[in-house]
């Protein structure tokens, strides 16, 4: 969204600075010296103005950069004991089923002054308890392995980000520094790899998400910023 508006700003700028110039080679209305020396004044105020952009371009990438840093822990951690949860009341529900199954045998065991004998000898009894425990059982056991109660742990984190940035020379930024849109365009795609424990999860985490799509604006301004840069140069 930041880089839309300054792209909707340095158009602004360069469509006033060619207005300018046509009045150059008119040089209609007063003395052709006069606006050839006040079209120059202007140009340079747009030079500035343009690169005063780019200096834009440049805080918002290192400012993204920065807050995308500080936003990937947090956000782990969200997802994290989210898993954790929903593991603890799925686990729950399959001990509740094996619990209630027991249950339902001692509750007959107790309330029918039953006895060991009964149990080994009453066919009815025995079928009764055996569709209890095998009920709970059957229902109840898959809840508490590991296809339906998955990992929570995680394996990268705001290190491996910081990592990245360092290695691609970017930890502080545009500023100073000639960095092809090719190198900015691969960053961001590294980052998504390095963070895809997080990222993986973006379709039910807005932190993910968040983290995602600033990712993705960090590149767009460095790219933006570097097409301002050639217009300069020429």
């Known amino acids: 969204m930041n880089s839309i508006i300054f792209m909707i700003l340095v158009r602004g700028v360069l469509t006033e600075a060619v207005n300018i110039s046509n009045i150059d080679r008119d040089g209609s209305g007063h003395g052709h010296g006069h606006h050839r020396v006040h079209g120059g004044q202007h140009y340079l105020r747009q030079g500035g103005g343009v690169e005063n952009a780019i200096l834009k371009l440049e805080q918002q990438f290192l400012y993204l950069l920065t807050h995308t840093l500080g936003l990937i822990d947090p956000a782990i951690d969200s997802i994290v004991s989210s898993c954790e949860e929903s593991s603890h009341q799925t686990m729950s529900y399959g001990a509740a089923l094996i619990a209630g199954g027991v249950g339902d045998s001692l509750a007959d065991y107790y309330g029918n002054s039953r006895s060991p004998g009964d149990v080994l000898t009453m066919a009815d009894v025995q079928y009764s308890y055996g569709y209890n ?19 929570c742990s995680v394996s990268c984190s705001s290190s491996d980000f910081l990592s990245l940035a360092r290695q691609y020379g970017l930890s502080y930024g545009l500023t100073g520094q000639e960095v092809g849109e090719s190198k900015i365009c691969n960053f961001g795609l590294d980052a998504k790899q390095a963070l895809s424990c997080l990222l993986q999860n973006k379709g039910d985490s807005k932190e993910a998400a968040k983290v995602d799509f600033l990712i993705d604006d960090m590149v767009e301004a460095g790219k933006q910023r570097n097409r301002l840069k050639k217009k300069v140069a020429y």
């Open 133 to 151: 425990l095998g009920y709970g059982i059957g229902f109840g056991a898959p809840f508490l392995l590991p296809t339906y109660v998955p990992s």
